[in-house]
C-alpha cells in the first residue's frame, strides 16, 4: 500500500525527505512529488501550495499516478473552537467548505448544490491513529473536530465567531475540505491533522512565522508515529 503524505510547509515536507533518505523525484501540474519509504511504507511526499484548487489538484495526482490507498495531510489553522490554543492539534472528523456559498438559490451555507454530500468525513481508522500519537506527543492538547477550509485566511473575531456558531468547525484552514472532498469521490480514506497558529483573530500575523517551525517539527512528528503504528 502506498501513502500519499501532503504537507503545508517546507519545512515539514524536508524533515519528511531527509528521513526517507533516497527519494524518486517527479513533477506535475507545477508540484514536485517524491517517492520513497518511511518505516518500510511506500510513501509519496508532496507540497500542495496554497489554496482548495491546489490541494484538489495536488490529491487527484498522487491518487492517479501514484495510486495511493490512504492519504495524510498535515499543516497549521486558525482555532476556531475557543477551547483551542496556539499550539494544540485538530485531528478531522470531517471537513466542510466554508466559502461554499449558494444560499441565494435556497441551499445552505457550505452546502455543495447538486452533489449527494458535502460533509467529508475522515476515515474513522486514520483519526483513532492519530489521536493515539497526540497522546503522546501533545497529550490533553488535540481535539477531534470539523475542519473548516476556504480560500481565504481568516482574521476577523466577527468571522470566527461565525464559523464556529455556524458549522462548529474546530479549526479553520485553506486545503483540507479540497483533499477531503477529492478523497471521498476517490473512495480513499484520509485524515487532516492541523497545529493550530492563531486564533483567526487578526493577531494571526504577529506569531505566525516564529510558530511555522515548531509546528513543521510536530508535524513531522505526528506523520512518523503514525507509519510507526500503521
Ligand atoms: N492557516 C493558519 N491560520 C489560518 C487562518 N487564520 N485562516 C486560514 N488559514 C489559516
Same mark, same amino acid.
Given at each position: 500500500m502506498t501513502i500519499g503524505i501532503i504537507g503545508a510547509m517546507d519545512e515539514e515536507i524536508a524533515l519528511l525527505l531527509q528521513a526517507m533518505g533516497q527519494v524518486e523525484e517527479h513533477e506535475q501540474a507545477g508540484n514536485r512529488y517524491y517517492r520513497g519509504t518511511l518505516h518500510h511504507h511506500s510513501v509519496v511526499v508532496c507540497k500542495s501550495g496554497v489554496g482548495k484548487v491546489n490541494a484538489a489538484i495536488t490529491t487527484q495526482v498522487l491518487i492517479d499516478r501514484?495510486?495511493?490507498e490512504r492519504i495524510l495531510f498535515t499543516g497549521v489553522a486558525g482555532a476556531v473552537n475557543p477551547m483551542l490554543n496556539i499550539g494544540d492539534i485538530v485531528i478531522s472528523s470531517a471537513c466542510i467548505?466554508?466559502?461554499? =456559498?449558494?444560499t441565494a438559490l435556497g441551499?445552505?451555507?457550505g452546502e455543495i448544490p447538486y452533489?449527494?454530500?458535502s460533509i467529508f468525513r475522515a476515515d474513522q481508522q486514520l483519526i483513532e491513529l492519530a489521536k493515539r500519537v497526540c497522546e503522546e506527543i501533545v497529550p490533553q492538547r488535540h481535539m477531534v473536530g470539523i475542519v473548516l477550509s476556504g480560500d481565504q485566511f481568516i482574521a476577523s473575531r466577527e468571522k470566527v465567531k461565525a464559523l464556529y456558531e455556524t458549522f462548529n468547525g474546530a479549526c479553520t484552514e485553506m486545503e483540507g475540505s479540497a483533499v477531503a472532498q477529492a478523497c471521498s469521490l476517490n473512495n480513499v480514506p484520509f485524515v487532516i491533522i492541523r497545529s493550530m497558529?492563531?486564533?483567526? =483573530?487578526?493577531?494571526?500575523h504577529v506569531n505566525f512565522a516564529e510558530f511555522t517551525v515548531e509546528a513543521s517539527e510536530r508535524s513531522y512528528q505526528m506523520i512518523d508515529h503514525m507509519l510507526q503504528q500503521l
Amino acid at each position: 500500500m502506498t501513502i500519499g503524505i501532503i504537507g503545508a510547509m517546507d519545512e515539514e515536507i524536508a524533515l519528511l525527505l531527509q528521513a526517507m533518505g533516497q527519494v524518486e523525484e517527479h513533477e506535475q501540474a507545477g508540484n514536485r512529488y517524491y517517492r520513497g519509504t518511511l518505516h518500510h511504507h511506500s510513501v509519496v511526499v508532496c507540497k500542495s501550495g496554497v489554496g482548495k484548487v491546489n490541494a484538489a489538484i495536488t490529491t487527484q495526482v498522487l491518487i492517479d499516478r501514484f495510486s495511493v490507498e490512504r492519504i495524510l495531510f498535515t499543516g497549521v489553522a486558525g482555532a476556531v473552537n475557543p477551547m483551542l490554543n496556539i499550539g494544540d492539534i485538530v485531528i478531522s472528523s470531517a471537513c466542510i467548505q466554508h466559502d461554499m =456559498d449558494v444560499t441565494a438559490l435556497g441551499f445552505k451555507l457550505g452546502e455543495i448544490p447538486y452533489q449527494s454530500n458535502s460533509i467529508f468525513r475522515a476515515d474513522q481508522q486514520l483519526i483513532e491513529l492519530a489521536k493515539r500519537v497526540c497522546e503522546e506527543i501533545v497529550p490533553q492538547r488535540h481535539m477531534v473536530g470539523i475542519v473548516l477550509s476556504g480560500d481565504q485566511f481568516i482574521a476577523s473575531r466577527e468571522k470566527v465567531k461565525a464559523l464556529y456558531e455556524t458549522f462548529n468547525g474546530a479549526c479553520t484552514e485553506m486545503e483540507g475540505s479540497a483533499v477531503a472532498q477529492a478523497c471521498s469521490l476517490n473512495n480513499v480514506p484520509f485524515v487532516i491533522i492541523r497545529s493550530m497558529s492563531d486564533k483567526a =483573530d487578526g493577531s494571526a500575523h504577529v506569531n505566525f512565522a516564529e510558530f511555522t517551525v515548531e509546528a513543521s517539527e510536530r508535524s513531522y512528528q505526528m506523520i512518523d508515529h503514525m507509519l510507526q503504528q500503521l
